[in-house]
């Protein structure tokens, strides 16, 4: 498919039910359906493409890139999931772009790394039923004998959405899992809502209590001083936490 034949097209807004009934088309092979479902989401691409800009690629390739993953999204498209199209293609068309953005221009993930990051998610779930709460990075390398950074590298190599089903936090023992947050952003402009998946992606790969005292500040509207007291540690143990964990989640976002 030609993708800059649509650059500068504005296509008609598409409901939901009529989505959905496209990508079924898409998905059974027919190419019309696909190509007007690309021509109607080509905006979720450029919003994406901005997130990525000033690193030195051409903004076209970056743009053709997330078409790609524009593509994928209608071909994998769920309907169980019960999203939007728009929530569900979002992380496929940034997970395009960070891989040619993390291989210097090579989309290719090499067979040992997703049977890694296969062992790992068996390995978390293992972990989890065992302890009755998520593991952290440090007790997943220990069982896989691998690094940490290992651990991050693989889980990276391969976006897809079903990480939008990670449990982020455990909320009195039921699991809130971050399409929970997502899907909040429905009716919120695109660019929005990327930016909101973006953070929550960056929430999701902080350690268990960093992400709990999070959650509990900004999500729940916590003080520190209340944090404290259901974390057993001091006030000050918190702010510090806080500030370092806001910093290193700004520096991801810049890497995002």
């Keep these: 498919m030609n993708f800059s034949a649509f650059s500068g097209e504005q296509a008609?807004?598409?409901g939901h039910e009529e989505t959905i009934k496209l990508i079924s088309e898409a998905q059974k092979g027919s190419q019309e359906a696909q190509e007007i479902l690309v021509g109607n989401n080509l905006g979720l691409v450029r919003s994406v493409v901005r997130r990525f800009s000033n690193r030195g690629y051409d903004r076209d390739d970056l743009f053709q890139l997330g078409c790609i993953g524009?593509?994928?999204?209608?071909?994998?498209?769920?309907?169980?999931?019960?999203?939007?199209?728009?929530?569900?293609?979002?992380?496929?068309?940034?997970?395009?772009?960070?891989?040619?953005?993390?291989?210097?221009?090579?989309?290719?993930?090499?067979?040992?790394?997703?049977?890694?990051?296969v062992r790992i998610k068996a390995t978390k779930e293992k972990l989890q039923k065992k302890h009755g709460r998520e593991p952290t990075l440090q007790q997943i390398a220990?069982?896989?004998?691998?690094?940490?950074?290992?651990?991050?590298?693989a889980l990276d190599s391969s976006t897809y959405p079903e990480y939008l089903y990670d449990v982020i936090y455990h909320d009195d023992g039921s699991p809130i899992h971050l399409i929970d947050k997502i899907s909040e952003t429905d009716s919120l402009e695109d660019s929005d809502m990327i930016d909101r998946i973006m953070l929550q992606d960056a929430i999701a790969k902080l350690e268990p209590r960093e992400r709990q005292i999070?959650?509990?500040?900004?999500?729940?509207?916590?003080?520190?001083?209340?944090?404290?007291?259901?974390?057993?540690?001091?006030q000050v143990q918190v702010s510090r936490i806080e500030?370092?964990?806001?910093?290193?989640?700004?520096d991801l976002m810049k890497r995002a």
């Design 70 to 117: 524009l593509i994928k999204a209608i071909q994998k498209f769920d309907f169980s999931f019960g999203v939007r199209f728009s929530t569900y293609a979002v992380p496929m068309i940034i997970g395009e772009i960070k891989r040619f953005l993390r291989d210097d221009g090579i989309i290719k993930v090499s067979r040992s790394l997703k049977q890694t990051a």
């Design 243 to 250: 500030k370092r964990v806001l910093q290193n989640m700004k």
């Design 142 to 153: 220990d069982e896989l004998d691998i690094t940490k950074e290992e651990i991050v590298m």
């Design 12 to 14: 008609e807004i598409l």
């Design 214 to 234: 999070i959650f509990l500040r900004y999500f729940k509207d916590q003080t520190q001083t209340e944090i404290a007291e259901v974390l057993g540690i001091s």
